[in-house]
Nanobody, 112 residues
Framework: QVQLVESGGGLVQPGGSLRLSCAASGFTLDYYAIGWFRQAPGREREGVSCISSSNGFTYYAHSVKGRFTISKDNSRKTVYLQMNSLAPEDTAVYYC?????WGQGTQVTVSS
C-alpha cells in the first residue's frame, strides 16, 4: 500500500534552513509526480512545490520560488524539499502528496 512519511521539520530562526524528506513506499517513485503542500493554522492547504515523474520538471509557488528547492532520489525512494531563507510566514505543517495519498505531515515553525 502507498505510504508517504515526512520528516525533517522543526523550529528554526528566521533566515534559517531546513530540509524536509518524504520517504515513499508501496509504489515506484520513478513513475509518479510528487508534491509538497503546507497548511498554516486557520488557512487552507496550499501547494508549495512539485516534481515530475520522469524529466525532472519542477514547479514552485510564487511565495517560495528562489528559496525552496525540490529534488528526488529514486534509488532512496525519497523526495526532498530544501528550504532556505525561511520566514515566519513559512510556518505550517508540510505534507507530501502523490495522487490521493498524503503523509501525516511535519511541523515547520519559523520564529525567533
Amino acid at each position: 500500500q502507498v505510504q508517504l512519511v515526512e520528516s525533517g521539520g522543526g523550529l528554526v530562526q528566521p533566515g534559517g534552513s531546513l530540509r524536509l524528506s518524504c520517504a515513499a513506499s508501496g509504489f515506484t517513485l520513478d513513475y509518479y509526480a510528487i508534491g509538497w503542500f503546507r497548511q498554516a493554522p486557520g488557512r487552507e492547504r496550499e501547494g508549495v512545490s512539485c516534481i515530475s515523474s520522469s524529466n525532472g520538471f519542477t514547479y514552485y509557488a510564487h511565495s517560495v520560488k528562489g528559496r525552496f528547492t525540490i529534488s528526488k532520489d529514486n534509488s532512496r525512494k525519497t523526495v526532498y524539499l530544501q528550504m532556505n531563507s525561511l520566514a515566519p510566514e513559512d510556518t505550517a505543517v508540510y505534507y507530501c502528496n502523490m495522487g490521493h495519498s498524503w503523509g501525516q505531515g511535519t511541523q515547520v515553525t519559523v520564529s525567533s
